[in-house]
């Protein structure tokens, strides 16, 4: 058996609790004591350090394949550990796509031989129904692209007669949000599990605010892009290049009203919807959407958790519970029966973002620059020790997430 021990102050309850003993069996969380326990191996997190449960990120975009240059599995999980995220799902629009039970075997298959991080996968819209019953006990869900939107109607009659989730990207034409969303919950049939990814504008979240209350299949999910950055800080050539993502950068009153949802809690999950380009791609419109977020999203919710803007308790739910929870896993707690999965960071000093120290291949981000705290220094996947000292030192791959349900 392989057994140890993490001493340090932890996050339990969405509370900081000092002087923790984690003791840790075959990577499963076996006791949580304030006492140390005798004769078992130890790792101790002192001053300034602070024990968390690892990041679920349930949107990422790991490219590979015919997009190496951009990222691969292998470099995109590197960046997942450095950020503190130990499970990630990705997204399908790779190249090929993975619509079809042989693009998502391979990928599978790919994921388990270089993937860092343990890992789950949406399936996009398949051909025909046969080809999602075939495959919806292997996937997280289906992804719903605005190229696709005008088929919702039929998608959803699929998902919910087979039971599998939706995650859809709501606009129509571009820039259109609010009405794509308030559409889309109109026609939802109310067993369909059904969940809107980077929410960026006022009136989507009011939209959804009305859903929420009559129907708890209903989830939202946010991106620290859209809950920190509004348009007219995008103030410099450097930001107006790599600033252009889908959905794009909102207006203050829409960062606001993102800001406001997540602090309050009416939000489900944050998500990096890690997203890397080559730089030469990046252009102001009509350039490659998105960029690199798997290293910046932690810290920034430790950083306006520890100014006082965001409750601690809000951070670990957000990050962590609520993701687990969705996925049906046994992560996101420390607590007896979770796996250890947890990740450590150092909430006493100041770090500044600069992207070209990064893991992930794109070596820029719109928080260049950015005085932020929380950078993570430890990160254990299943009790693996994965990162040490700040230093990725295991690359023992992940596993897929079904066989941890």
Same mark, same amino acid.
């Given at each position: 058996m392989n057994e140890f021990q993490i001493i340090g102050n932890a996050v339990i309850g969405g509370k900081v609790v000092e002087d923790v003993a984690i003791k840790v069996e075959d990577g499963v969380i076996a006791q949580v004591s304030r006492s140390e326990f005798r004769g078992v191996k130890k790792y101790v997190f002192g001053h300034g350090k602070l024990i968390m449960p690892a990041v679920i990120d349930l949107h990422v975009h790991l490219r590979d394949w015919k997009e190496k240059g951009k990222e691969d599995v292998r470099s995109g999980t590197r960046a997942a550990i450095r950020g503190g995220v130990t499970t990630i799902v990705e997204m399908p629009n790779t190249?090929?796509?993975?619509?079809?039970?042989?693009?998502?075997?391979?990928?599978?298959?790919?994921?388990?031989?270089?993937?860092?991080?343990?890992?789950?996968?949406?399936?996009?819209?398949?051909?025909?129904?046969?080809?999602?019953?075939?495959?919806?006990?292997?996937?997280?869900?289906?992804?719903?692209?605005?190229?696709?939107?005008?088929?919702?109607?039929?998608?959803?009659?699929?998902?919910?007669? +087979?039971?599998?989730?939706?995650? *859809?990207?709501?606009? /129509?034409?571009? #820039?259109?949000?609010?009405? @794509? %969303?308030?559409? &889309?919950?109109?026609?939802?049939?109310?067993?369909?599990?059904?969940?809107?990814?980077?929410?960026?504008?006022?009136?989507?979240?009011?939209?959804?605010?009305?859903?929420?209350?009559?129907?708890?299949?209903?989830?939202?999910?946010?991106?620290?892009?859209?809950?920190?950055?509004?348009?007219?800080?995008?103030?410099?050539?450097? +930001?107006?290049?790599?600033?252009? *993502?889908?959905?794009? /950068?909102?207006? #203050?009153?829409?960062?606001? @009203? %993102?800001?406001? &949802?997540v602090k309050n809690g009416f939000v489900d999950f944050m998500s990096s919807d890690h997203?890397?380009?080559?730089?030469?791609?990046?252009?102001?419109?009509?350039?490659?959407?998105?960029?690199?977020?798997?290293?910046?999203?932690?810290?920034?919710?430790?950083?306006?958790?520890?100014?006082?803007?965001?409750?601690?308790?809000?951070?670990?739910?957000?990050?962590?519970?609520?993701?687990?929870?969705?996925?049906?896993?046994?992560?996101?707690?420390?607590?007896?029966?979770?796996?250890?999965?947890?990740?450590?960071?150092?909430?006493?000093n100041d770090f500044i973002v600069d992207p070209s120290k990064f893991e992930s291949k794109a070596k820029y981000s719109p928080f260049r620059g950015w005085k932020l705290r929380g950078v993570p220094v430890a990160v254990f996947r299943r009790g693996e020790l994965m990162m040490d000292n700040g230093e990725i030192i295991s690359a023992k791959p992940g596993v897929h997430i079904k066989k941890l349900v």
């Open positions: 190249k090929p796509p993975i619509n079809t039970k042989k693009t998502l075997l391979k990928r599978l298959k790919l994921l388990s031989e270089k993937s860092l991080a343990d890992f789950g996968i949406h399936f996009g819209v398949p051909p025909t129904p046969e080809e999602l019953r075939e495959v919806r006990d292997l996937i997280v869900g289906v992804k719903v692209y605005p190229g696709e939107i005008l088929r919702l109607r039929e998608i959803f009659q699929w998902a919910s007669e +087979l039971g599998v989730k939706v995650v *859809v990207h709501a606009e /129509i034409v571009g #820039e259109d949000e609010p009405e @794509a %969303v308030r559409w &889309a919950v109109r026609i939802k049939p109310r067993n369909l599990n059904l969940r809107f990814a980077h929410i960026s504008r006022l009136d989507s979240l009011e939209a959804l605010k009305a859903a929420k209350r009559v129907d708890d299949k209903v989830f939202v999910e946010v991106t620290p892009h859209h809950t920190f950055l509004s348009k007219d800080m995008l103030v410099d050539d450097y +930001l107006n290049r790599i600033g252009y *993502v889908r959905p794009s /950068i909102g207006e #203050e009153r829409d960062r606001r @009203a %993102v800001f406001e &949802a997203a890397p380009h080559r730089f030469r791609e990046k252009r102001p419109k009509g350039g490659a959407p998105g960029f690199p977020g798997l290293e910046t999203m932690l810290p920034l919710m430790v950083t306006y958790w520890m100014k006082g803007y965001i409750p601690l308790r809000t951070v670990v739910k957000l990050l962590s519970e609520n993701p687990a929870e969705y996925l049906g896993i046994r992560k996101g707690k420390i607590k007896v029966g979770y796996y250890a999965d947890l990740v450590v960071i150092d909430v006493k």
